[in-house]
C-alpha cells in the first residue's frame, strides 16, 4: 500500500520527533534530578525546626497528653475517611475500560514532553547571558598568552613532521609485513604502526615540556599554558593515530572499515579540523579563559567552541549527504529491506543535523561539565558501533579469505589448516552474536535504557556474568586443546617429520585423535552444564542405564565397534592399505573404531561397517606377487617364450623407475594350462606390497613387445570345425552353397555405376587369456587343423 503525496513526509517527521525526544529526554531527566536533590537540601532545614518544637511539647505532660488524644482523634478520623473513599471509589475502579487507563497514560505522556520543552524553552532564554561575562576587552590579554604558545607549536608540529617522515621506512616495512604476512602478523603489523604513530607524537611532547620547564618561562617550573597545550597537542595526536589506523587512508588492504581511498582520506581531514578544534576549545582556552579572566568568560569561549565545531560538522555533513547515502544503499542488497530503508537513508542528512542540533541546545543548556558527560556517553556508543562493525569486518574477512598459516606450521601439521578453516566459521559465528550484544548493552546503557553497571554489580547480574565469562573460557580452553591435538597428531604421522611412521602406526594416532576429540566434547559439555545450573550428578548416574538401553536397542552397532576393536588389535587393516572387504576393494582412506571407509579404482566411495566384514584381504603386508599368466600358441616351443619372458623381466629389473621395487629374482613355474586355443605360461615378480600392479603393467607392455619381435604367437579366442573322417581314411565333402544376389543386384546397375566394393573384414583382436578369465569352449586336437 503506497501513501498519498500529503501524507509521505509523515514517518520522517514522526522519526525526527522521536529522536529529539530520545536526544533530549536524558538531558531533562539529568536536570530534574538535580532539582530533586536542590529541593531536599533546602527543605532540609525545615524538620529540624519542627523537631525542636516537638521536643519542648514531649517535656510538658499535659501538652503530651493533649498531643496524644489529638492523633488518635486523628488516626480514627482517617480510616473511617478511608474506609468510605474505598466504598465510594471501589465501583467507580471497576467501571474504568481499557481506553480510559490508555488515555491516563497518553495524557501523563503529553504533559510530561510538554514540561520538558518549557524548561527547555526556558533555558535557551537564558542564552544571553551566557555570553554576557564575555568581554572583548578582557580578551586582549589572552592573544599575549597564546603568543608564548606559539615557539611550543612550532617545536612539537615541526618534530611530529620530521619524525614521521624519518619513521617512513618502518612504516613501509610494517606494511610489507601486513601484505604478506599471516593471521597473527597482521594485528602485530597494525600494533607495531599505530605504536610508531604515538612515538611520534611522544617524543615532541616531551620534547616541549624540556624547553618549557628550561627555557620558556621560570627555570624549573612550568606554566599553566604550556602545561594545557602539550597536552592538548598529546591528545589530538593519541586520537588521530587511532582513526589512522581505523582508515588507514594510504593503504587500503590494512583498511579496518569497509570505505574507498577517497573516502577515507577525506573522513581522516574532517576529523583532524573537528577533533583540534573541540580538544583545543575545551582542554586548552577553557581553563586557560576561567584561570586567567573570569569563569563567566571561560564558560562563554567553551560555547562558543563547541558551536564552531558544530557548525564545522554540520557543514561536513552537508558536503558528505550524497556519498553517505550511495554508500549506505550498497549495503542494503535486498529489494524488500531497500523499500523499508530508503526513507531514513535518504534523508540521513536530516538526521544528523538534528543530532548536531541537540548537541548544541545540550551545548547551551548546561555547564561544559554536564555537556562534556553528555558528549562522553553518546562517544561510548559511537565507539561501542564502530568496534562492532570493525570486528564483524574482520569477521567478514576471515570467513571469506580463510585462515592461511605459516609455512613452518603447514609443514609440521599439513591438516591443521584445513581443520582450522573447518571450524572457524562456528567459532565466528559465535563471536558475532557476542560482539552484536555489547554493541546493543552499550547502546542502552549509554542512553539510560539499562544500567550495566547496576546489572553486574547485583547478585543475579554477577552470577550470569560470571558463568558467561567462565562458559565462554571452557570453550576457548577446547577449542585450543582440540588444535593443539590434532597439530600433535599431524606431526606424529608426517612422512616429513616421521619417515618411520608405519601405516599401523598413522592408524592407531588416527584413532586415538577421534576418541580424544569425542572425549573433549563430553568433558566440555559436562562443564558448561555445569555452569549453566544444570546438576550432571543424576545424568552421569543414569550413563550406565543409558549405556544398557543402548547396547540392547543397538545390537547392530555395539557389534561394529566390537568387530573394529578386535580388528585393529589383530592390524589388519590401516589406512593407505588396499584391502577387499564386504566384497569391495579399494585404498583405506578413514578408518574409525566402527567401520572403514574405502576408495575403489573408479573413484567411488564406500563405507562399509565392521559388522558385514567376514573376511578381510590385505595386498599391502610384507611383500607382494605379481603373477603373470602368458598365453601362447599351441605350435610354438615353450623354451623360446620361456626365453623371451625372462629377457623381458631382465629388461624390466634394469629399469630405474621399477628396480628398487623388485625384491627377488624371476620365478618361473612352468606351464600352468592347456586353454582353448592356447598354452597358458605361469610365472612370478616378487615386489614391495602395494607395487605388484604397476610392475605387472610394465612387464605385459614389454613381453608383447619381444613376442611380437620374435613371432610368438599370442593366440586370441577361435574354434577349430572338424568334421570327422570315414574309415577309408578320407574327410566327408564340404558342400558350398553360392549365394548370386550380389551378381545379379550388380548386372541390373546402369554400366556408369560400379557395384560397392565389399566390406573388409576386420581381423579379430588378439586377447590375453589369463587364469579365471578364459572362456570354457570345447577345442578340437589341434589349431593346425582346419579354421
Not at 618549557?212 to 599553566?224: E, F, R, T, Y
Not at 566390537?562 to 585393529?568: D, E, H, K, S
Amino acid at each position: 500500500m503506497t501513501l498519498p503525496i500529503f501524507l509521505r513526509p509523515l514517518p520522517l517527521f514522526a522519526l525526527i520527533l522521536l529522536s529529539l525526544w530520545l536526544c533530549l529526554a536524558a538531558p531533562a531527566l539529568a536536570q530534574a534530578q538535580g532539582a530533586d536533590a536542590a529541593a531536599t537540601e533546602e527543605s532540609a532545614s525545615g524538620p529540624q525546626q519542627a523537631l525542636a518544637q516537638l521536643i519542648e511539647v514531649l517535656r510538658d505532660d499535659a501538652a503530651r497528653d493533649a498531643l496524644i488524644a489529638e492523633l488518635e482523634a486523628n488516626l480514627t478520623t482517617q480510616d473511617t475517611e478511608a474506609a468510605a473513599a474505598t466504598e465510594e471509589q471501589s465501583p467507580a475502579e471497576e467501571l474504568r475500560s481499557f481506553g480510559s487507563q490508555i488515555a491516563d497514560f497518553t495524557r501523563e505522556t503529553v504533559e510530561s514532553v510538554a514540561r520538558t520543552l518549557s524548561q527547555l524553552w526556558r533555558q535557551l532564554a537564558n542564552v544571553p547571558s551566557i555570553f554576557a561575562g564575555l568581554n572583548i576587552g578582557e580578551l586582549e590579554g589572552l592573544g599575549a598568552i597564546l603568543g608564548h604558545i606559539a615557539i611550543l607549536v612550532i617545536i612539537t608540529y615541526g618534530g611530529l613532521i620530521l619524525l614521521r617522515r624519518l619513521g617512513a621506512g618502518p612504516r613501509a616495512r610494517l606494511r610489507h609485513l601486513f601484505r604478506r604476512g599471516g593471521w597473527v602478523a597482521k594485528p602485530v603489523a597494525l600494533v607495531l604502526e599505530l605504536v610508531l604513530d604515538i612515538v611520534a607524537a611522544l617524543i615532541p611532547y616531551a620534547l616541549g615540556y624540556t624547553v618549557a620547564v628550561s627555557i620558556l618561562g621560570i627555570p624549573g617550573q612550568i606554566s599553566l599554558e604550556h602545561s594545557l597545550y602539550l597536552n592538548a597537542f598529546l591528545m589530538i595526536e593519541i586520537v588521530l593515530a587511532v582513526l589512522r589506523t581505523v582508515l588507514s587512508p594510504n593503504e587500503a588492504e590494512q583498511r579496518l572499515v569497509h570505505v574507498s581511498d577517497a573516502s577515507a582520506r577525506s573522513i581522516m581531514g574532517w576529523s583532524r579540523l573537528l577533533v583540534s578544534l573541540f580538544v583545543f576549545g575545551q582542554m586548552l582556552l577553557l581553563p586557560l579563559v576561567t584561570a586567567t579572566i573570569s569563569f563567566a568568560a571561560g564558560r562563554a569561549i567553551s560555547v562558543v567552541m563547541v558551536l564552531i565545531t558544530l557548525l564545522t560538522a554540520a557543514i561536513g555533513v552537508l558536503v558528505a549527504r550524497e556519498p553517505v547515502r550511495r554508500k549506505l544503499m550498497t549495503f542494503v542488497s535486498n529489494n524488500e529491506a531497500r523499500r523499508g530503508l530508503s526513507l531514513p537513508i535518504q534523508y540521513w542528512h536530516v538526521l544528523a543535523l538534528l543530532y548536531i542540533a541537540v548537541l548544541a541546545i545540550v551545548a547551551l543548556t548546561r555547564s561544559s561539565s554536564q555537556f562534556q558527560a553528555y558528549l562522553w556517553s553518546n562517544a561510548q556508543i559511537g565507539i561501542a558501533v564502530l568496534v562492532g562493525f570493525i570486528i564483524l569486518n574482520i569477521i567478514k574477512r576471515v570467513t571469506a579469505n580463510g585462515i592461511t598459516l605459516p609455512e613452518p606450521i603447514r609443514r609440521r601439521s599439513p591438516e591443521l589448516q584445513r581443520q582450522l578453516n573447518g571450524i572457524v566459521p562456528v567459532v565466528l559465528k559465535v563471536v558475532r552474536f557476542i560482539v552484536i550484544a555489547v554493541v546493543v548493552i552499550v547502546c542502552l546503557h549509554g542512553l539510560g535504557f539499562f544500567n550495566f553497571v547496576e546489572f553486574v554489580e547485583s547478585e543475579f547480574g554477577a552470577r550470569v556474568a560470571g558463568s558467561t565469562i567462565t562458559i565462554l573460557m571452557i570453550l576457548v580452553l577446547a577449542i585450543i586443546a582440540w588444535i593443539a591435538l590434532n597439530a600433535w597428531v599431524d606431526s606424529q604421522v608426517n612422512p616429513e617429520l616421521a619417515p618411520q611412521a608405519t601405516a599401523r602406526k598413522r592408524t592407531l594416532f588416527a584413532l586415538m585423535r577421534n576418541a580424544l576429540t569425542i572425549a573433549i566434547i563430553v568433558i566440555t559439555l559436562m562443564f558448561v552444564l555445569s555452569e549453566v545450573g544444570i546438576n550432571i550428578a543424576p545424568l552421569l548416574a543414569s550413563a550406565g542405564v543409558i549405556g544398557l538401553a543402548i547396547g540392547f536397542g543397538a545390537q547392530k552397532l555395539v557389534q561394529d565397534i566390537i568387530t573394529g576393536i578386535f580388528i585393529q588389535l589383530e592390524g589388519a587393516i590401516d589406512v593407505g592399505d588396499v584391502v577387499a572387504v564386504g566384497g569391495i576393494s579399494g585404498s583405506v582412506e578413514r578408518l574409525t573404531i566402527r567401520s572403514v571407509s574405502l576408495r575403489d579404482v573408479e573413484g567411488s566411495y564406500h563405507i562399509i561397517p565392521f559388522s558385514s566384514v567376514d573376511t578381510v584381504t590385505n595386498f599391502m603386508r610384507g611383500f607382494s606377487y605379481a603373477l603373470i599368466d602368458m598365453g601362447v600358441g599351441y605350435r610354438e616351443n615353450v623354451e623360446d617364450a620361456r626365453q623371451a619372458m625372462l629377457d623381458a623381466f631382465e629388461e624390466l629389473r634394469a629399469d630405474p623407475e621399477h628396480k628398487n621395487v623388485i625384491i627377488a629374482d624371476f620365478e618361473w613355474m612352468g606351464i600352468n594350462a592347456f586353454g582353448p586355443s592356447e598354452v597358458v605360461l605361469r610365472a612370478r615378480i616378487k615386489t614391495l606390497p602395494g607395487k605388484q600392479w604397476a610392475v605387472k603393467r610394465a612387464y605385459s607392455a614389454i613381453v608383447k613387445r619381444l613376442f611380437d619381435e620374435r613371432d610368438i604367437e599370442i593366440p586370441f579366442p577361435h574354434q577349430t570345425l572338424y568334421f570327422g573322417v570315414g574309415k577309408d581314411g578320407k574327410a566327408p565333402p564340404l558342400h558350398m552353397i553360392r549365394d548370386d544376389s550380389e551378381n545379379a543386384e550388380a548386372e541390373t546397375l546402369p554400366s556408369e555405376q560400379t557395384p560397392p566394393a565389399p566390406a573388409r573384414k576386420r581381423r579379430p583382436q588378439r586377447k590375453q587369456i589369463e587364469g579365471k578369465d578364459m572362456p570354457d569352449i570345447d577345442a578340437g586336437p589341434g589349431e593346425d587343423d582346419d579354421r
